[in-house]
């Protein structure tokens, strides 16, 4: 599967974004997907996931609450949905997918988009 992740920009604190992840491939809607980020100089962070058959979702701490993750299997597409920017969520998000589950580990995920830019001004 080939992922392609857009939706990111300049916003301000406080404001949304919603990021979008398209993925080709017809066994989209077997594949469990995640979402994360990595800040400059700091390690690539998980930020969320879904499961693909539960639809089983689950959250970083620092954004529960806040950001939402969703699916469209019909359109290939998993979402993010972020409410209450602050300027620590400034950092390039990337989608993934795996097999076998939904988890916060990078190194788990066998398929990756290219990132998307979110920046957050205070």
């Known amino acids: 599967v080939q992922l392609q992740a857009s939706g990111g920009g300049l916003v301000q604190a406080g404001d949304s974004l919603r990021l979008s992840c398209a993925a080709s491939?017809?066994?989209?809607?077997?594949?469990?997907m995640g979402w994360f980020r990595q800040a400059p100089g700091k390690e690539r962070e998980f930020v969320a996931a879904?499961?693909?058959?539960?639809?089983?979702?689950y959250y970083a701490n620092s954004v529960k609450g806040r950001f939402t993750i969703s699916r469209d299997n019909a359109k290939n597409t998993v979402y993010l949905q972020m409410n209450s920017l602050k300027p620590e969520d400034t950092a390039v998000y990337y989608c993934?997918?795996?097999?076998?589950?939904?988890?916060?580990?990078?190194?788990?995920?066998?398929?990756w988009g290219q990132g998307t830019q979110v920046t957050v001004s205070s």
């Open positions: 879904i499961n693909w058959n539960s639809g089983s979702t």
């Open positions: 491939g017809r066994t989209f809607g077997t594949y469990d």
């Open positions: 993934a997918a795996r097999r076998d589950g939904a988890s916060p580990f990078p190194r788990s995920y066998d398929h």
